[in-house]
């Protein structure tokens, strides 16, 4: 799991801001797909006006059964990974990519906390997955905040995993810069 603190990682403009321009600029669509967050990144998204020019909508997945019926994750992935693991935050990304008819899908999946944590997934953590035509990615995040704060981090991590692809990082599933939420 990767620890991030995002706080240091803050830009003069909103990251939603300088994605959204990138985004306009290339003619890239994007999706979005959320669990633990429940529409905080789309939230985040429509913040800027006009992003209608490249965000084509999102679903909120919170439950496996929206998962399977809105996003195509297979029961199986579901059952032997569960909710939170890098196979479904894939097959997530992929589905609301392929739904919506994007470039690129992104979605999150995490424990949001208080409750809900397990040995091997305590509350914080969180995957982030994003999907393109060139290929998929994910990556894990273990937050040590309170329920908002984790979903806020979950987030901020999302835009920052989708700046790196857009600025064409070669290290999608590498650490983050920063130090950990503790």
């Not at 003069?12 to 669509?29: F, V």
């Not at 998204?45 to 297979?74: C, M, Q, R």
């Not at 939170?84 to 919506?100: F, K, N």
Request: charged share 20%; glycine share 14%; proline share 3%.
């Amino acid at each position: 799991m990767i620890s991030v603190n995002l706080q240091e990682n803050a830009l003069k403009e909103p990251l939603e801001l300088l994605i959204g321009n990138m985004l306009r600029t290339r003619g890239l669509k994007l999706a979005v797909a959320e669990s633990c967050t429940g529409g905080l990144l789309c939230d985040r998204l429509t913040n800027v006006p006009g992003s209608s020019d490249y965000f084509i909508g999102g679903v909120v997945a919170y439950a496996y059964e929206a998962k399977a019926a809105l996003l195509h994750v297979s029961w199986d992935t579901l059952r032997r990974y569960g909710a939170v693991s890098r196979e479904t935050v894939i097959e997530m990304a992929r589905g609301v990519r392929t739904t919506l008819g994007t470039n690129i899908g992104l979605s999150i999946s995490g424990i949001a906390g208080p409750g809900g944590g397990l040995p091997d997934k305590p509350v914080g953590t969180a995957w982030i997955g994003l999907s393109s035509t060139s290929g998929d990615w994910a990556r894990a995040f273990t937050w040590q905040g309170d329920r908002l704060q984790n979903k806020a981090y979950s987030a901020e991590a999302a835009l920052q995993m989708l700046l790196g692809y857009l600025q064409g990082s070669q290290d999608l599933e590498g650490v983050l810069p920063g130090n950990s939420h503790r």
